[in-house]
């Protein structure tokens, strides 16, 4: 079946560093990614999506490109916030389905 | 304008009682979701509507697990003779989308129930 990999946590950066969070996929057919993010004390929110190959999401400063080729989904930013500190999840949702598929989620400390 | 809410936020049980769990999804959303997420976990998926329509419960984890969504809005989680292992933050999201794993789902903030 359908399932995500994160790379496992915790990820602990100073502030301003570079961060890459790795995320593979399986998947039949040809699914949308999305990040999510979950602040402390706060609910999921989307940070970015990609709906087919070669597509990149972005927003606040991180980005995503769909690898069809390496089934990739690497979350990046170039420099680091404090503010940037919270849980990330990576996630793939079929059309041919109404869920979402969930990684394990990765938990980001930024230090200033 | 609003978001997706749910109620109550933190439920406490004792093994063996029934829990019904409430979400209001954004106005107009078609599709519901329900998930489950322990701890340390990412969110589980439980069940799908569309409208009223329960158009996938492959995820509720035993037959003590109930959700229905009537008139198409408000949706309702029970959960019959709790057990421990049910402790967990139940997540409410809704989607605008029909084909719904294609579109971004909204979260509400989840009800944290423990089983004690």
Not at chain 1, 91 to 97: E, H, K, M, P
């Amino acid at each position: 079946g359908d399932s995500v990999t994160q790379m496992e946590g915790p990820v602990t950066l100073s502030e301003e560093a570079f961060l890459t969070i790795n995320c593979t996929y399986t998947a039949t057919g040809y699914p949308s990614l999305f990040w999510y993010v979950q602040y402390p004390g706060e609910g999921l929110q989307l940070l970015l999506k990609a709906t087919k190959a070669d597509d990149k999401g972005s927003n606040k400063g991180f980005e995503a490109t769909y690898r069809k080729e390496t089934t990739s989904f690497h979350l990046e930013k170039g420099s680091v916030q404090v503010s940037d500190s919270a849980v990330y999840f990576c996630a793939l949702g079929s059309s041919n389905t109404g869920k979402l598929i969930f990684g394990q989620g990765t938990t980001l400390q930024v230090k200033p | 304008g609003a978001g997706v809410s749910q109620s109550p936020r933190y439920k406490v049980a004792k093994r063996g009682q029934d829990v019904a769990l409430r979400c209001d999804p954004i106005s107009g959303h078609v599709s519901l979701f329900w998930y489950q997420q322990a701890l340390g976990q990412g969110p589980e998926f439980l069940t799908y509507f569309q409208n009223e329509a329960q158009l996938d419960k492959s995820g509720l984890p035993s037959d003590r697990f109930f959700a229905e969504r009537p008139e198409g809005s408000v949706s309702t989680l029970k959960i019959q003779r709790t057990q421990q292992e049910d402790s967990a933050v139940y997540l409410c999201a809704s989607s605008s989308g029909r084909l719904a794993g294609a579109y971004e789902q909204y979260f509400g903030p989840g009800t944290r129930l423990t089983v004690t």
